[in-house]
């Protein structure tokens, strides 16, 4: 029988759904902003009733349905499917999802998880990272974070969180305070989020730079980063090599724990590595950031530094990946 599958990504600023056909080709899309301002009851009573809409727009029963795979920038408990918590949703947190959808869509089989792990589904499956038995994916965004394929299944550890490696403490008790409330996590020398708040902080020390007049009115971003770079802005090359260098010391890390050689870089970093490419940068920052590494690692074995394939897809791919 020709099961369909609905695969959807939720963000922390836009909720996008996929309904798949047996053949896993996408049929039918939609998408909505995320709504910050809804109770967890509120925010599944609207993806419930989008997916019963999906399927009533392709004349499908519950039966015609094999499940859906629902990733989410959370905390997940795997097996129950209670959401933790949840960054840029901080309403949801502590909410027994997958049981409520389940109830709400009349015993529909379900299946939650956090992003970075369907991103690496979807990526180990269909993109950047077919063919290799061990891989890691790592989004790179406002956030940092990796979904683990270890002997070609995702390893989601005791509780769900597995990969959670951006808050791995590199400095302890030095630098920004990150989300999870520590201080010296990885990410808060590298992520976008992050980059941004120690540029603001060199700029109320007194340093020059153009990125404030490239912002306006409005909050300096990764873009103003990457156009200040491109006009050889001192402040924005140092900020994006305090990036790189972190970057490249965290995937090291990860290497020398568990030695998987192939890594697959996706989010906003991959942007901006095409918009300073077109400024005219001659290396990418997958190839910075495997310098950094070399200058690190002692042996000569082959690693790959590889950008993810599937593009604005890859959420709802590996969200719908689940139920496989
Ligand atoms: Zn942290």
Known sequence: MDLHTIGIDVGGTKTAYGLFNGQRGIVRRLSHPSDDTASPEEFF?????????????????????????????????????????????TKIHD???????????????????????????????HGAGRGFDN?????????????????????????????ESGHMIVTPDDGVECGCGNRGCLMSWCSGSMIVKHIEQWI?????????????DGKITMFHLGSAYNAGDALARRAYDQMVKYLGIWIYNLYVTL?????????????????????????????????????????????YFKAAELGDDFGIIGAAELLF
């Open 45 to 89: 009573d609207t993806i419930a009733g989008n997916i019963k809409g999906l399927m009533a727009a392709e004349g499908l029963q519950n039966e015609d349905i094999r499940g859906v795979g629902i990733g989410m920038p959370s905390f997940v408990l795997f097996e129950e499917g209670r959401l933790i918590k949840t960054s840029n949703l």
């Open 95 to 125: 909410f027994p999802a997958r049981a409520y959808l389940m109830e709400k869509l009349g015993g529909m089989r379900v299946l939650i998880d956090n992003d970075s792990h369907t991103g690496a589904m979807a990526e180990h499956r």
């Open 135 to 163: 891989m890691i994916y790592c989004p790179i965004s406002t956030g940092i974070s990796s979904g683990i394929i270890i002997n070609g299944k995702l390893f989601r550890g005791r509780y769900g969180w597995s990969g």
């Open 204 to 216: 109320a020390q007194g340093e020059a730079s153009i990125m404030p007049g490239l912002a306006g």
């Open 259 to 303: 030695n998987i050689n192939c890594f697959v870089f996706g989010g906003g970093l991959l942007k901006l590595s095409r918009q300073l490419m077109d400024g005219g940068k001659k290396t990418t920052i997958l190839e910075d950031m495997k310098e950094i590494f070399d200058g690190y690692n002692k042996n000569d074995m082959p690693v």
